[in-house]
C-alpha cells in the first residue's frame, strides 16, 4: 500500500467569530479565528488535491481576507494546477468547491446524494442553503455531467490505492471525508466535519448542522478508521498553519 503526504494549504483568512460557530452553541463570548484550506496528497507519482477553494472573482466580490489563489499556494509546492488530474471535493459550500475551474483537466469526485443536493433539490434554493451553496461550482459541475471528468461516488469508496472517500454526513448531506494512507498510518481529512481540532477532541460539532444524529455517528465512523485523534485533520482550524512544519508560504506539512 502506498504511502502519502499531506499538506494544508491556506488560500484565506484569518476571520473572526463567535466561538459558537466552530463550537456549536458553546463559547459565545469568545472571539476565535479560522482561516481556509484546500489540502493536497501527494505520493511518489500522484497528486490529489482535496477542494479547490475559491476563484479570483469570488473572492473580490466577498473581499476574502488574506485570500491567494489556491493554484498560487499549490505553486509553491510545485504543484501545477493545471495538470491535477484528481480533485476530491468534500461538499459544495462556496469555500471548499467555488474555484473548481482552476483546475480544467481534473477528474472530481464528489458524492452522488451532496451533488443531487445542491444541483436538484428545491431545498438548496432556500436562504440557510443559499448562503453557503455556490452557483459557479453548480454550474461547472453540470457542464461535466455524463463525462469521465465528475465521478459522482454512492458511499465509500477508493479512488486510488491508499486513498478512500468516506460518506459522512452531518455538516451537509453526504460530505465526505478523506482517510489517506501515510507513514504515521491512517489520517483523515475531515474538512468541515470539524472545524477545529476541538471538535473531534470533545466529541461536539461545529455550525451548519443539517444533521445532528448522523453527524455523531461520522464522528464514530471517522475515529474508527484513524490510527489516532491527532491524524484527524479539521477544515478550518488555524493550528493546521501553526503547529506543523512550513515548508513554504502558506503551506504546511501535515503528515
Ligand atoms: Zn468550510
Known sequence: MPNYEIYALKYAGPFF?????????????????????????????????????????????????????????????????????????THIHWDHANGVSLFPRATFYVQDEEYRFWLKDQIATRPPFKHVADEAANEYLSSLEGTDRLVLLKGDQEILPGIECLLAPGHTVALQAVAVNTAKGTAILGSDCAHVFRNYQEDWPSALIVDLVAWMKTYEKLRERASS????????????????????????KLA
Open 17 to 89: 467569530s463567535s466561538g459558537a460557530f466552530l463550537m456549536w452553541l458553546k463559547d459565545w463570548e469568545e472571539t476565535v479565528k479560522r482561516n481556509y484550506y484546500i489540502w493536497c496528497i501527494k505520493g511518489s507519482r500522484e497528486v490529489v488535491v482535496v477542494d479547490s477553494g475559491v476563484s479570483p472573482e469570488l473572492a473580490r466580490e466577498k473581499n476574502l481576507t488574506g485570500y491567494i489563489n489556491p493554484a498560487e499556494v499549490l505553486s509553491r509546492i510545485d504543484i501545477n494546477a493545471d495538470e491535477v488530474r484528481h480533485v476530491i471535493l
Open 229 to 252: 485523534l491527532d491524524l484527524m485533520f479539521p477544515g478550518h482550524d488555524s493550528l493546521m498553519s501553526e503547529n506543523y512544519p512550513q515548508v513554504a508560504k502558506d503551506v504546511t
